[in-house]
């Protein structure tokens, strides 16, 4: 697994979709493609230079978040709607400050970083993602036990995360340890629609049809998110695939 190839991979990827943003699947792409530059500066140790990776993906999740915040409001709230379509406006200009940025900062560090980077051994790498599964079974536990909105969305993040680091280190992981992608999809996917629902009451706040509409919705999003809480601690998913990195 080299290095210099890890870190093309995902650089390319990224800039792949730059040329069409803001157009909605190119954001959507892009700021995944983020998400896995994130996850291999982590595994490469370039952890200094997150934060810059980070603003840039922040911006863009921005635009995707307004993006479907219109596309919902379409048909439901004209007024909401146009104020969505003005702060997207906004949020389209942070975006190509971001990319500028990108272009003279950024991209030159990760480039030069590339040099004097160190593929992590196998422990090394191991280490790495369990401390990343602690992290989410920490979070699972609490939200299990207490399943506010704020917990369910932290377990959200840290499964996104560990199914990124993942995928970037796919080649270097035992087959059994892989096996968890699919499991990570599900739980991310149920507590995604959930959190867009949270986003939706958030927006709603003053309009009872609106609002009711969602809340119902929210209702039963609840009871899958923690039907998913439940057989994560059941199964005892994360200590299986702790096991198997040792």
Same mark, same amino acid.
């Given at each position: #697994?080299?290095?210099?190839?890890?870190?093309?991979?995902?650089?390319?990827?990224?800039?792949?979709?730059?040329?069409?943003?803001?157009?909605?699947?190119?954001?959507?792409? #892009?700021?995944?493609?983020?998400?896995?530059?994130?996850?291999?500066?982590?595994?490469?140790?370039?952890?200094?230079?997150?934060?810059?990776?980070?603003?840039?993906?922040?911006?863009? +999740?921005?635009?995707?978040?307004?993006?479907?915040?219109?596309? $919902?409001?379409?048909?439901?709230?004209?007024?909401? +709607?146009?104020?969505? %379509?003005?702060?997207? %406006?906004?949020?389209?200009?942070?975006?190509?400050?971001?990319?500028?940025?990108?272009?003279?900062?950024?991209?030159?560090?990760?480039?030069?970083?590339?040099? +004097?980077?160190?593929?992590?051994?196998?422990?090394?790498?191991?280490?790495?993602?369990?401390?990343?599964?602690?992290?989410?079974?920490?979070?699972?536990?609490?939200?299990?036990?207490?399943?506010?909105?704020?917990?369910?969305?932290?377990?959200?993040?840290?499964?996104?995360?560990?199914?990124?680091?993942?995928?970037?280190?796919?080649?270097?992981?035992?087959?059994?340890? #892989?096996? &968890?992608?699919?499991?990570?999809?599900?739980?991310?996917?149920? &507590? +995604?629609?959930?959190?867009?629902?949270?986003? %939706?009451?958030?927006?709603?706040?003053?309009?009872?049809?609106?609002?009711?509409?969602?809340?119902?919705?929210?209702?039963?999003?609840?009871?899958?998110?923690?039907?998913?809480?439940?057989? $994560?601690?059941?199964? %005892?998913?994360?200590?299986?695939?702790?096991?198997?990195?040792?």
């Amino acid at each position: #697994m080299a290095k210099s190839r890890l870190l093309l991979d995902q650089v390319t990827a990224l800039e792949r979709y730059e040329a069409v943003v803001p157009e909605k699947d190119a954001v959507h792409e #892009m700021r995944v493609a983020a998400r896995r530059l994130r996850a291999t500066l982590r595994l490469l140790r370039l952890e200094k230079l997150d934060p810059k990776v980070k603003a840039l993906q922040d911006a863009l +999740g921005e635009v995707r978040d307004l993006q479907l915040q219109i596309d $919902w409001l379409r048909g439901r709230d004209a007024a909401l +709607g146009r104020s969505r %379509r003005a702060k997207l %406006r906004e949020a389209e200009q942070v975006l190509r400050r971001e990319l500028r940025r990108w272009h003279s900062s950024t991209l030159p560090a990760i480039v030069e970083a590339i040099a +004097g980077a160190s593929v992590p051994t196998s422990r090394k790498l191991s280490k790495v993602v369990r401390r990343r599964l602690d992290r989410l079974q920490e979070r699972l536990e609490r939200a299990r036990t207490r399943p506010t909105s704020r917990a369910l969305h932290r377990v959200r993040i840290s499964a996104k995360q560990v199914r990124y680091l993942l995928e970037v280190a796919h080649d270097s992981l035992p087959e059994k340890v #892989m096996r &968890l992608q699919s499991d990570l999809k599900t739980l991310q996917t149920a &507590l +995604g629609e959930l959190h867009d629902v949270d986003v %939706r009451i958030g927006l709603a706040n003053g309009k009872p049809r609106l609002l009711r509409e969602q809340e119902e919705a929210r209702k039963q999003l609840c009871k899958i998110a923690e039907a998913q809480l439940a057989r $994560w601690h059941k199964q %005892r998913l994360l200590e299986r695939v702790e096991a198997a990195l040792r």
